[in-house]
């Protein structure tokens, strides 16, 4: 069977002069694997992600936190440090987390139901679950 390379098989191999060699770490880039399905791993990270959906507070939670927010905006001007847990929504997908801001609060815009942080963030009223702080009264709990 080799018969037929015979005339050639002993030959020295042949070097292009027009054409430089290729690096044999070029070589193997050339079978390396490839993601045919270019941002699939990402689409899959993104759907794993893990969101909650948004808990509505009872009448009794809705109560509370309506007395802390009244006795907050009394308490403005002495510039209260309270940590208030909201629910902040997916940008991208359904549900979204829990965040708990600690700082000072600046104001509360009752118009656009707001709360603004000296930090410069602001939280939705509407959105709040619970506000604690030495500002408050402790038969409040």
């Known amino acids: ?3 037929n390379y015979d005339d050639i098989l002993h030959l020295p191999h042949h ?3 027009r054409h430089p060699q290729m ?3 070029n070589r193997a880039a050339q079978f390396a694997p490839f993601a045919a ?3 699939y791993g990402e689409a899959i990270a993104e759907t794993a992600r893990p969101t909650v959906s948004e808990m509505e507070l009872e009448e ?4 509370l936190l309506d007395r802390r927010l009244i006795e907050l905006a009394t308490r403005l001007a002495g510039h ?3 940590s208030i847990t909201y629910f902040q929504p997916d940008a991208r997908k359904a549900g979204g ?3 708990v ?3 000072v609060v600046k104001e509360i815009h009752d118009d656009g139901r707001m709360i603004q942080m000296e930090d410069g963030g602001l939280i939705r009223i509407d959105a709040i679950v619970a506000l604690e702080g030495d500002v408050f009264l402790p038969d409040e709990g």
């Open 1 to 3: 069977m080799t018969d």
């Open 15 to 17: 070097v292009s002069k």
């Open 23 to 25: 690096s044999l770490y």
């Open 37 to 39: 399905l270019a941002g």
């Open 101 to 103: 801001a600690k700082g």
């Open 80 to 82: 209260p440090v309270v």
């Open 60 to 63: 009794d939670g809705r109560r």
């Open 97 to 99: 987390t829990y965040v």
